[in-house]
């Protein structure tokens, strides 16, 4: 399975379409529509919003391998963070690194 093939399941899996893609990347539907018939390529900005957008990576729509598996809580975590607007994401990355921190030193603590 290459690519397009891979896309074209992500966008049938998340139960959207061409249109819908195109308008959230901002390229119009007629050069969306060349991509899908290989006429022309996403650049890789595109490419990553494409994958982001579908709730994939990058890495599996090009190779189709995943670079790592997650388990059910970190497919979860990741979920609900790009559910988040930037400037929440930001602080829940925040909120979680000075969590981790505190818990390592009292994990650790002598």
Same mark, same amino acid.
């Given at each position: 399975?290459?690519? *397009?093939? #891979? +896309?074209?399941? /992500?966008?049938? %899996?998340?139960n959207t379409t061409?249109?819908?893609v195109s308008g959230k990347i901002g390229v119009p539907l007629s050069t969306f529509r060349k991509w899908m018939t290989r006429k022309t390529y996403p650049d890789l900005r595109e490419g990553v919003e494409i994958a982001r957008l579908l709730d994939t990576s990058a890495e599996y729509l090009v190779t189709g391998v995943e670079s790592k598996d997650l388990d059910e809580g970190e497919t979860k975590l990741i979920t609900a963070y790009r559910k988040l607007n930037p +400037? $929440?994401? $930001?602080? %829940?990355? +925040? %909120?979680l690194v000075a *969590? %981790?921190?505190? #818990? /390592? /030193?009292?994990l650790y603590s002598p």
């Open positions: 399975m290459d690519f *397009w093939m #891979r +896309l074209k399941d /992500r966008i049938k %899996a998340q061409h249109e819908w +400037l $929440e994401q $930001e602080n %829940a990355v +925040l %909120a *969590w %981790a921190g505190k #818990r /390592r /030193r009292w």
